[in-house]
């Protein structure tokens, strides 16, 4: 990835996800704090995790990105362990990208970059509301 500022790595990082988890994970905005997060389908097995912590040391704030197994119980067949299997390796080849990207933001690169999340997320409610399904049940 060149050297852009943090808003479009922030977008790269946004289009990357949704792309390589067939949309199944998506940066959103916390309706608590305003802060970007990833939601997650419940389809997917493996997550990722989004935090954007201050860097007392640059002043920038630094998004980390972490993966977790969201479930993990019961017995499977070889099948789905492989399709497990395969998730993870998916979901680790994205996170190592996702954290070579090295993404830190200024606090305005921060703002903008989730209100325009924010004004995506807006534009998308209205066919919510028409009756069109959401896609994270």
Not at 1 to 28: P, S, V, Y
Not at 61 to 71: H, I, S
Not at 86 to 98: F, R, T, V, W
């Amino acid at each position: 990835m060149m050297r852009t500022n943090g808003i479009e790595r922030m977008r790269w990082a946004k289009d990357l996800i949704f792309e390589k988890t067939g949309g199944l994970q998506e940066i959103a905005v916390g309706s608590l704090h305003g802060e970007p997060y990833i939601r997650t389908s419940d389809k997917a097995t493996v997550g990722l995790y989004l935090s954007v912590p201050p860097n007392r040391e640059t002043g920038r704030y630094d998004c980390l990105f972490k993966g977790y197994l969201r479930t993990c119980g019961g017995y499977n067949t070889a099948e789905q362990m492989q399709a497990l299997a395969d998730e993870m390796q998916s979901i680790a080849n994205l996170l190592n990208q996702l954290e070579s990207a090295k993404i830190s933001l200024t606090e305005d690169e921060l703002n903008s970059s989730a209100g325009e999340l924010k004004s995506a997320e807006e534009q998308q409610t209205p066919a919510l509301q028409t009756g069109q399904k959401e896609k994270f049940i």
